[in-house]
C-alpha cells in the first residue's frame, strides 16, 4: 500500500464505534489530492490496475469483492461505477441497483434480496444502493417499525461477517455531497432535456427530509463500520474527488487481498501444439 493510499484510508475511514457528524467532514474537500487534471489522469490509470488486479481475483477463483455505494438522490453512485470499474473486464463484474422492494421481496425478509445478488466467488459485486435502505428509507419514510428498524443494525452486521468468513471482503461508501450541491444536480435534470429522466418527482420529497436522513446516515456509520466491513465516508461534491478516492481504496483492498493465479499441476514443456 502506497503512503497516499494509507493517508486516504486513515482519513475517510469511520473508526468502529466512531459518532460521525457528518456537518464536520466537508464535502468539497480535496486536500488529499493534488491538481484535478492529474488527479484525473492517476485515476484512469488505477482503473486499469483494478482490472489486473480483478483478473488476479477471477483466476484465483476463492474470494469476492462486495462494493456498497450508498447516498442521497445525485450523490454519484452511476458516475463512480462508470469511472471507477470503466476498465474493469464485465466477465468479472456483477452491479445490482435496489429500487423499492418488489412484492416477491417484501414477501421475504429484507436481506433475502441482497443476498441473492452477493457476488460469486472470483468476482467483484456493486451494489447502487442496498441494504442499508432498510435502515435509511425504511426509517425515515416509517416503512417499517421502529423496533424493527432498530434490529437491523446487528442483523446487518452479523450478516456482513458472515459474509467475510466466507470469502467475501466487504467496501462500504457513503457519497456524502452537501445540500447545495444537491440542489445544483436536481436543477441540472430539469433544465437538460438528455437528464431528464433521471428526476423523479419524488426525489423532492426525500429532499425535503434531508436532515432526517443525514441523521439516518450517522447512525448507520456509526452502528454499522466495523473491522470486518468498513464504512468510508467519501467527500463527493467534486466528481474528481469522489472517483479518484474510491478507486484508490478499491484498488488497495484487491491489493491487500493478493489474489494469485492459480498454479497448475502439469508442465508446459510438456506440450507441443501441432
Ligand atoms: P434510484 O436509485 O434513483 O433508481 O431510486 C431507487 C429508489 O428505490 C430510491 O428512492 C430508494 O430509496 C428506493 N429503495 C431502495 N431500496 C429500498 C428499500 N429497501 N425500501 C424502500 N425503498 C427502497
Ligand atoms: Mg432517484
Request: with cysteine; aromatic share 8%; proline share 5%.
Amino acid at each position: 500500500m502506497t503512503d497516499h493510499e494509507r493517508a486516504i484510508i486513515e482519513r475517510l475511514r469511520v473508526k468502529p464505534g466512531e459518532h460521525v457528524r457528518l456537518k464536520d467532514r466537508d464535502p468539497r474537500d480535496s486536500s488529499l489530492f493534488g491538481a484535478e487534471q492529474e488527479t484525473k489522469t492517476a485515476t484512469d490509470a488505477i482503473a486499469r490496475d483494478i482490472d489486473v488486479l480483478q483478473d488476479r481475483l477471477y483466476a484465483e477463483g476463492s474470494r469476492a469483492l462486495l462494493v456498497v455505494l450508498q447516498g442521497t438522490d445525485t450523490s454519484g453512485k452511476d458516475g463512480t461505477i462508470r469511472t471507477v470499474f470503466n476498465a474493469t473486464g464485465p466477465l468479472g463484474v456483477s452491479v445490482t441497483a435496489f429500487g423499492v422492494p418488489t412484492t416477491q421481496e417484501l414477501a421475504h425478509d429484507y436481506l433475502w434480496r441482497v443476498h441473492a445478488a452477493c457476488p460469486r466467488r472470483g468476482t467483484i459485486g456493486i451494489f447502487n444502493r442496498s441494504h442499508y435502505e432498510d435502515v435509511l428509507i425504511a426509517k425515515v419514510r416509517k416503512l417499517a417499525p421502529k423496533e424493527a428498524v432498530e434490529q437491523r443494525y446487528d442483523q446487518i452486521n452479523a450478516f456482513e461477517r458472515m459474509l467475510t468468513e466466507n470469502g467475501t471482503t466487504i467496501l462500504k461508501f457513503m457519497l456524502h455531497i452537501s445540500n447545495g450541491e444537491q440542489k445544483e444536480r436536481l436543477q441540472e435534470r430539469l433544465d437538460d432535456p438528455k437528464k431528464h429522466w433521471k428526476f423523479n418527482p419524488g426525489d423532492l420529497e426525500d429532499r425535503a427530509f434531508w436532515n432526517e436522513y443525514q441523521e439516518a446516515y450517522e447512525t448507520m456509520l456509526h452502528r454499522c463500520s466495523t473491522q470486518h466491513a468498513p464504512w468510508y465516508v467519501i467527500p463527493a461534491d467534486r466528481k474528481w474527488v469522489r472517483n479518484a478516492a474510491i478507486a484508490s481504496i478499491v484498488k488497495a483492498t484487491l491489493e491487500e487481498m493478493n489474489p494469485q493465479y492459480p498454479k497448475v499441476s502439469w508442465n508446459p514443456d510438456d506440450f507441443t501444439i501441432a
